[in-house]
């Protein structure tokens, strides 16, 4: 598997299409990573989404419980 | 008489207050003497340049730019010295041209080991917070054909670990999300001598994307 870079080298300014190669096996590992990672990320979102729900619901009923916000807001 | 002159003297380096030789000063620029006496070789140090043409010696310098012109895995730059400009600070915008979301990882000297870095993240989505430590040296997510904006600030520390923070703009309208990120090597380096932005899936570094290389101090 081939991947395709650009490289600048700073000292001439010239930039250059450069190809590298690395192994079907590494590149098969880096996509399961990408796929992980985005999985991890999509659960994590999901975690602290039904935390801050559970969050608010209790702020609420705390507030409306010591009679600092009407009953209309649970 | 002046003729005579003339033709004894064609070439600059005959003159007497000049080299007397071009050897070895390729590339090189020419400057009074500090004695006003005479002409001499520039060293060409930033520095140097930069009181020749009045300039302040102390303003952040751009390294090098590039515009990615077809989509591709990784944009690097080379022939740094970490060493000398203290700082480095990248500017970029960035598009992913595939339908799936991926890291942007920033490499040093060309050590593409994911296991020799971490990144602590914190990332904002509305009211929701998340922080999350990974071992890998992500500095932006690019969503599945989204775009994004960020900026790396990247050092080697006094303790000679290399050390980087971002800051990263994603997904739009009211989609809209920051991303923070701090990241390390797990060991030292001796340099800063190359950086490299690659994508973890293929061609994911769309075209259009661009990167500019500041560097904070011109020694």
Known sequence: MKIKGLRVDVKTGRVEEVF???????????????????????????????????LER????????????????? | M????????RKF????DTPNSYSGLAGKLFKVNSAETALEASTNTDSEIAEAVNVAANVMEKVAEVEVSSDCDYVEFTGLDGNSAWFYILLATAKNATSSAYD????VNGDTDNTHYYTQQLRANDTSISGTRINRPTVAVLGENEGCLFEVK???DPNDYFRFFSNVSRFTGSSVEEMIRSGTKTSTITNITSLRIQAQGA?????????ILFKARRA
């Open chain 1, 20 to 54: 590298e190669e690395i192994s079907d096996e590494e590149y098969q590992k880096r996509l399961e990573e990408a796929k992980k990672a985005e999985e991890e990320m999509r659960i994590r979102e999901m975690i602290e989404r039904k935390k801050q729900e559970i």
């Open chain 1, 58 to 74: 209790l702020a609420r009923e705390e507030l409306i419980k010591e009679g600092r916000l009407p009953e209309a807001y649970k």
């Open chain 2, 2 to 9: 002046l003729h005579i002159i003339r033709a004894a003297l």
């Open chain 2, 13 to 16: 380096i005959q003159l007497e």
């Open chain 2, 104 to 107: 942007l990882y920033l490499y």
């Open chain 2, 154 to 156: 990247i050092t080697k």
């Open chain 2, 203 to 211: 061609n994911a570094i769309g075209a259009g994307s661009k990167f």
